[in-house]
């Protein structure tokens, strides 16, 4: 993984950890409700993995938001 596509995913993982803070979720809960592992959510949140395309699938419907909608980050 090159430098660019590691500073994506840190990106793309504190998007997600501020989406469900903001929703006041924990992160075992929203887990669960989006059928993935909290190890796994933890690792996406922290930028220290690349999830594949249904695990995104599932958080964007976690979010009730389009898969667009949660890779676009700042």
Do not use: H, W
């Amino acid at each position: 993984m090159n430098t660019k596509e590691r500073k994506y995913l840190q990106k793309l993982g504190r998007r997600i950890k501020k989406l469900r803070t903001e929703r006041e979720l924990d992160q075992k809960s929203f887990a669960f409700d989006c059928e993935i592992g909290r190890t796994q959510l933890y690792m996406i949140e922290n930028g220290k993995t690349n999830p594949r395309m249904l695990t995104l699938m599932k958080i964007a419907e976690g979010f009730d938001m389009t898969i667009d909608e949660l890779l676009v980050v700042n």
